[in-house]
């Protein structure tokens, strides 16, 4: 069987990664080879907001020699993603372009939401996740920039949370130079323990069975306690913890000769243990588990998903249908409601996806607009739609990208409101993004009339497509006065958007 070599290279704040593996559907994914070069592109973003010359000659250098491995393997494919690190400086277009023109890599930047899911996902396609995740588990990712925490409850995704308390970040923000180590770490703590104190206290009160870090430091910390028990990479949390105040008691350099660090990495060291050990304490965790994989892995999982080498035993759908249920309950949305508009949005769009070049993302896409299109009224109810639509933006439902959530946002602002023109909103989404919106939210604003006294008054509801008319059936249980006076009103936004008039059929009503 065909055995594919695949690079998956990595542009961080602090490192440049490359890693190559072996993929088959026999063998499925195999490392034959990780290679790291330090290069602090963090201290020139977050001080200056730029990379300078030096810096994009240093990461060019990096890439030709990345390239010359890859050569030597013979790799077939690669892929090369870049971090916040380029989103946040101002020359971003100009360092990708000197990288492409000097190195040959094409490097796509990606969003938080991306980057997050990528590596989310070489964690949740294993067994020992789908059996943490059935009690309660937090999914701790930690980056540069920032971490990003997922929440599990009862095998369901409760919410994810973005915090910029990356390790660089941190360091950048609270080391002064000539700073005592233990003033430093005294800071981070006081400053991180604040920083959580919001999040214990809105989700994490009981604490969590485990707590599953995506971080390199981690894996070392795992080999030094637990010698004899590499295997799992499984700890206890209060083990864990006594063992980070222990070590942190040392010097630097200590800290660096017992965990066997490079010496590039080491002023990621303080920060980096103070983030394990706030995050253990303030979240209560029984047990620590550290996989050992990272953004390296998810690229080459991703790519070998894609092309159909593994398959993924988690249901990532179900992930951001159960956040998005989740988050519509925080803001106390109507329940029945949604249920009944997602029945009927779910029919419509069946019944004229086909003609009109829906998807089945485009689906799961309505279906996240349809739980969280009510979520603004909690904030206002003159101004619920632009409440929603800023609600979204500010959240993360990982599993969605960046684009994605954008179009989930609009699809609810424009359920409401007037369609705004796409040069209007061109510098948010795409063409084929804005036509997307315009189809979602006119099929919502249909099954949202349908409902709009909220309460169910009809069943078996049934559509067809007849010639330029989308027939909509239902037998009514009481009167339907207030919903077909609204849905007429809804049918000429749907009728402009896919030359389809909607025609509504009652076959019993309510004898008052």
């Keep these: 069987m065909a055995v594919t070599v695949f690079a998956s290279v990595y542009i961080g704040s602090f490192e440049i990664s490359l890693k190559i593996f072996e993929i088959s559907q026999k063998n499925k994914m195999k490392e034959i080879d990780y290679v790291r070069a330090h290069l602090d592109l963090g201290k020139d973003a977050y001080q200056n907001g730029s990379i300078g010359y030096e810096l994009v000659d240093n990461l060019c250098e990096i890439l030709v020699e990345f390239k010359t491995i890859m050569d030597g393997y013979k790799v077939d494919s690669y892929e090369a993603y870049a971090s916040a690190i380029m989103r946040d400086i101002s020359n971003e277009a100009f360092v990708l372009d000197q990288i492409q023109l000097r190195t040959g890599f094409v490097i796509k930047v990606i969003s938080n939401s991306e980057h997050r899911f990528i590596s989310y996902k070489s964690v949740a396609a294993r067994k020992e996740f789908e059996e943490m995740i059935q009690t309660s588990a937090a999914v701790i990712d930690i980056g540069g920039a920032s971490i990003q925490i997922t929440l599990f409850k009862n095998g369901e995704l409760i ?35 604040k920083k959580f104190e919001v999040l214990r206290a809105l989700y994490f009160e009981n604490g969590v069975d485990y707590i599953i870090f995506m971080n390199d430091h981690g894996l070392e910390l795992i080999n030094r306690i637990e010698k004899d028990n590499k295997l799992d990479n499984l700890i206890k949390g209060d083990k864990f913890t006594r063992y980070l105040e222990k070590i942190q008691k040392k010097s630097l350099s200590d800290m660096i000769r017992e965990l066997n660090i490079s010496d590039e990495r080491d002023t990621l060291m303080v920060p980096s243990l103070m983030l394990f050990k706030t995050l253990v304490l303030n979240l209560n965790a029984s047990k620590v588990w550290i996989p050992g994989v990272d953004i390296n892995d998810g690229i080459a999982f991703d790519y070998a998903e894609r092309n159909c080498f593994v398959k993924a035993a988690h249901d990532f759908r179900a ?78 439902i990982i599993g969605l990208t960046h684009l994605e959530r954008e179009i989930v946002a609009l699809t609810i602002l424009y359920n409401s409101t007037q369609l705004d023109l796409y040069e209007d909103l061109s510098d948010r989404i795409d063409y084929d993004s804005y036509l997307k919106v315009a189809k979602l939210s006119a099929i919502l604003r249909v099954a949202n009339a349908l409902d709009q006294s909220h309460k169910q008054k009809f069943k078996n509801v049934k559509t067809s497509l007849k010639g330029r008319e989308l027939i909509i059936t239902l037998e009514a249980f009481e009167d339907i006065s207030l919903e077909k006076a609204l849905f007429e009103n809804k049918t000429a936004y749907f009728e402009n958007v896919f030359s389809i008039k909607p025609v509504l059929k009652q076959k019993k009503i309510y004898d008052v």
């Design 319 to 396: 992930d951001i249908i159960s956040a998005a249920k989740y988050m519509s309950a925080h803001y106390n949305s109507h329940s029945p409601h949604i249920e009944a508009l997602k029945v009927l949005s779910m029919k419509i769009f069946d019944t004229i996806r086909k003609q009109n070049g829906l998807t089945e993302r485009d689906k799961l896409l309505l279906e996240v607009s349809v739980i969280l299109h009510d979520c603004g009224k909690f904030v206002s109810l003159v101004n619920s739609a632009q409440c929603a639509y800023e609600i979204i933006m500010a959240s993360e």
């Design 159 to 193: 919410t994810t949370q973005h915090m910029e308390v990356g390790t660089v970040r941190l360091r950048s923000i609270l080391y002064k130079p000539g700073m005592s180590e233990n003033s430093y770490q005294k800071q981070l703590e006081e400053y991180l323990n």
